[in-house]
């Protein structure tokens, strides 16, 4: 069974830095592209940011460009996201999330519960 | 980056009624469209990839169609558990775009 679990969430203060892990089991992490995606309270959708299998591409959005960093640890089945420089606009539960192959091509098939991220003073 | 717009943004429908939701591309995507089902405090659950194949477990009352810039979800006979908001995302490049999603209602 596929799983997904997001941990790193909490309340932090404009400028600041977070990062987020994702923890996952129950298929090949290395064999599957993988993602985080945000979604502000009461809000719809939005793509982050997206990282191979093999965790030689990366993408993200032009909105956390420069300020997140998506990685992944094989030894540790596990995903991250850094995020620095961290604004009132970044409050979301933030989702990781798996592609449907390695490449980063091919749609998001199974999603963690999300944590919450609250950039606030 | 390309545009997703869906429609409607919301409806109220009735059990067993027929409900359609659209999501249109701003330049053509080819058939790399998925389609996801999110009820309140839940995670967003995949219901149809590569714009009409459904998902391993997901209902056959559900099906998506179209292709290029024009895209379909068709709930055929709306059960109770599919009152939910439905986002369309595009898969064809980066970065990826959502469609800004449709509330089904009750009626």
């Known amino acids: 069974e596929v799983q997904l679990v997001e941990s790193g969430g909490g309340l932090v203060q404009p400028g600041g830095s977070l990062r987020l892990s994702c923890e996952a089991s129950g298929f090949t992490f290395t064999s599957y592209a993988m993602c985080w995606v945000r979604q502000a309270p009461g809000k719809g959708l939005e793509w982050v940011s997206t990282?191979?299998?093999?965790?030689?591409?990366?993408y993200y959005a032009d909105s956390v460009k420069g300020r997140f960093t998506i990685s992944r640890d094989k030894s540790k089945n596990t995903l991250y996201l850094q995020m620095n420089s961290l604004r009132d606009e970044d409050t979301a539960v933030y989702y990781c999330?798996?592609?449907?192959?390695?490449?980063?091509?091919?749609?998001?098939?199974?999603w963690g519960q999300g944590t919450l991220v609250t950039v606030s003073s | 980056a390309i545009q997703m717009t869906q429609s409607p943004s919301s409806l109220s429908a009735s059990v067993g009624d027929r409900v359609t939701i659209t999501c249109r591309a701003s330049q053509g995507i080819g058939n790399d469209l998925g389609w996801y089902q999110q009820k309140p405090g839940k995670a967003p659950e995949l219901l149809i990839y590569g714009a009409s194949t459904l998902q391993t477990g997901v209902p056959s009352r559900f099906s998506g169609s179209g292709s290029g810039a024009d895209f379909t979800l068709t709930i055929s006979s709306l059960q109770p558990e599919d009152f939910a908001t439905y986002y369309c995302?595009?898969?064809?490049?980066?970065?990826?775009?959502f469609g800004q999603g449709t509330k089904v209602e009750i009626k």
């Open positions: 999330a798996k592609h449907r192959v390695a490449a980063t091509s091919g749609t998001i098939d199974f």
């Open positions: 995302l595009q898969d064809y490049n980066y970065p990826r775009t």
């Open positions: 990282i191979s299998g093999s965790g030689g591409a990366t």
